[in-house]
């Protein structure tokens, strides 16, 4: 059969069109979703909400100056396997104008990504205070640790958990391992600042012990920041050390990492090409740093969804494989999904892979690198 130039030139452009319609299309509707949860609260009808007694949310304002707005999220959708006095605690991201703040979490329950129970609560800047939220962000350090302990605590207390998964989205994934860091730190260092929030020594290696049986996601985590905000500005870096809490020699999830050893944790690192809000470029120094204190444990899975901000395609997918892994609440009706995608998938895009150290760094950069090309 032959084909005019001109029939063969509509059909290329029809292709084009239709993947910049379905490419829209897409980011219109995390637009609409991201409306619907951060402006009109929207959330599953398979949640029931509960919060703190107003005794425990005065606590809260007298210890960190805000009501940290704790809440447990009982998920009783029939599609998750959901293990007993097990839940993920959210690390909720940085966000301008207070936003996104622990309602985030609602988002990612609708693309399916933080299944079974959830609890939430706002990081220092995750709320509308004077001068301005941003004043009080410490991109993961101290004092975003320390709240986020107190609320591991208050439900280890209060609903009886004894497994954990912590969740870590951008900054809140420089959280999750920070914590881990600052529980294992046998130096004393932060002893007194754990006792102030109620955290005695023999408590926080019980905390510690709950995480160790549960898991650790890191979705598209802030790694360094220091190294971070060498891609910005320089009056986005003036801003930045000047106008917020954080501090060039405080905490770093990289050299937290690099710390965690006599531990056996479970991790997930999600990685997005084209990440230019947190950079690209020390992914394969944090997956190196768990894959040599944790081998067994310590997966990688690689994402083009979008840069930073992504819709989580491919977390939704493979991150119910990892939580069956490890004993987690998980979909059902994603497994098939998943396993029928990793059988089927001829790259590493979506699937869960352990790589070597030494494979690690060239599975990374040759990811980009064919991911640039298309």
Request: glycine share 6%; net charge neutral; aromatic share 10%.
């Amino acid at each position: 059969m032959i084909v005019s130039k001109k029939a063969l030139f509509i059909f290329m452009v029809s292709l084009v069109a239709a993947s910049i319609s379905a490419s829209f299309s897409k980011k219109l509707a995390h637009v609409y979703n991201g409306t619907a949860v951060h402006v009109f609260n929207q959330t599953s009808p398979t949640i029931s909400t509960y919060g703190c007694s107003a005794l425990e949310r005065k606590k809260q304002v007298q210890l960190f100056g805000y009501d940290l707005g704790i809440e447990y999220h009982d998920d009783t959708d029939t599609r998750f396997f959901r293990p007993e006095s097990r839940a993920v605690l959210y690390l909720h991201p940085w966000g301008l104008l207070a936003m996104p703040n622990k309602r985030h979490s609602h988002l990612l329950k609708m693309y399916n990504v933080v299944p079974g129970d959830v609890i939430t609560f706002n990081f220092p800047d995750g709320i509308w205070r004077w001068p301005f939220p941003s004043y009080r962000s410490s991109f993961g350090q101290l004092p975003d640790v320390l709240v986020a302990l107190y609320t591991l605590n208050y439900v280890y207390d209060t609903a009886g958990i004894r497994v954990i998964d912590l969740f870590g989205y951008s900054r809140g994934g420089a959280v999750a391992v920070n914590m881990v860091a600052v529980l294992h730190d046998t130096s004393g260092k932060y002893n007194d600042e754990l006792a102030r929030i109620g955290i005695s020594v023999e408590r926080a290696k019980e905390l510690l012990s709950a995480i160790e049986r549960g898991s650790l996601v890191l979705d598209c985590p802030l790694i360094d920041a220091t190294a971070t905000l060498q891609n910005y500005s320089r009056p986005v870096q003036f801003l930045a050390y000047t106008f917020t809490k954080f501090e060039k020699d405080g905490l770093h999830a990289l050299s937290s990492a690099q710390s965690l050893s006599e531990l056996k944790l479970n991790v997930l690192l999600h990685f997005q090409h084209g990440d230019k809000m947190i950079g690209n470029q020390n992914e394969a120094a944090l997956y190196s740093a768990f894959a040599r204190l944790h081998p067994e444990g310590t997966y990688l899975l690689m994402g083009n969804d979008g840069g930073h901000v992504h819709p989580h395609d491919s977390l939704a997918m493979a991150i119910h494989a990892f939580y069956k892994q490890v004993g987690g609440a998980y979909d059902t009706q994603k497994i098939p999904e998943y396993q029928a995608h990793a059988r089927t998938c001829d790259n590493v895009c979506g699937k869960l892979v352990q790589p070597s150290i030494h494979e690690s760094e060239e599975l990374i950069r040759s990811f980009h690198q064919a991911c640039g090309k298309n």
